[in-house]
């Protein structure tokens, strides 16, 4: 991965996250008072437990959050990437694209970036066409 697209991805999470300052906060001052309480009373009582499980579900929802942000930019990189190559690259197959760009994804993986690219309208399905023996392998055009 470019340094570029890391710096943007980083960007992109620290933005997302400047909005959550108030909730860290009160997150480290909870966990503050959850360790002195547990360095005076070695006992947990209900409302300690309470906060533990609500800031745990807290903690869960946010990095679910955060993963799925981060997903969604590194899938529209993909898709920019597979379309640019395309576009330069006339006649591109899944076999193509898994050789030459997108290098240990699977063929799945490639074919789920290339419908997501033709439901927007960026490329197209050209006709089968036999090309010497074996199988016929769909190709891609930018539209």
């Given amino acids: 991965m470019q340094e570029r697209e890391t710096d943007g991805y ?8 400047e ?7 009160l997150v480290i001052q909870m966990l503050r008072w959850t360790a002195d309480q547990s360095l005076s009373n070695t006992d ?8 533990a499980i609500e800031l745990t579900r807290w ?20 898709e920019e990437t597979v379309y640019e190559y395309v576009v330069s690259h006339p006649e591109t197959r899944v076999r ?4 030459n760009l997108l290098r240990g994804k699977s063929s799945d993986h490639i074919e789920e970036i290339i ?15 036999q090309q010497g023996r074996g199988r016929r392998a ?3 055009n930018a539209t």
């Fill in 10 to 17: 980083l960007e992109s999470v620290y933005s997302k996250l």
């Fill in 19 to 25: 909005g959550q300052a108030a909730k860290l906060a």
């Fill in 44 to 51: 947990i009582d209900a409302e300690s437990m309470g906060m």
């Fill in 59 to 78: 903690f869960r929802r946010e990095s679910k959050r955060v993963y799925l942000i981060l997903n969604q930019d590194r899938r529209s990189d993909e």
């Fill in 96 to 99: 193509d694209l898994q050789r």
């Fill in 115 to 129: 419908k997501g690219l033709v439901m927007k309208g960026r490329l197209k399905k050209l006709a089968l066409k």
């Fill in 138 to 140: 769909q190709r891609y």
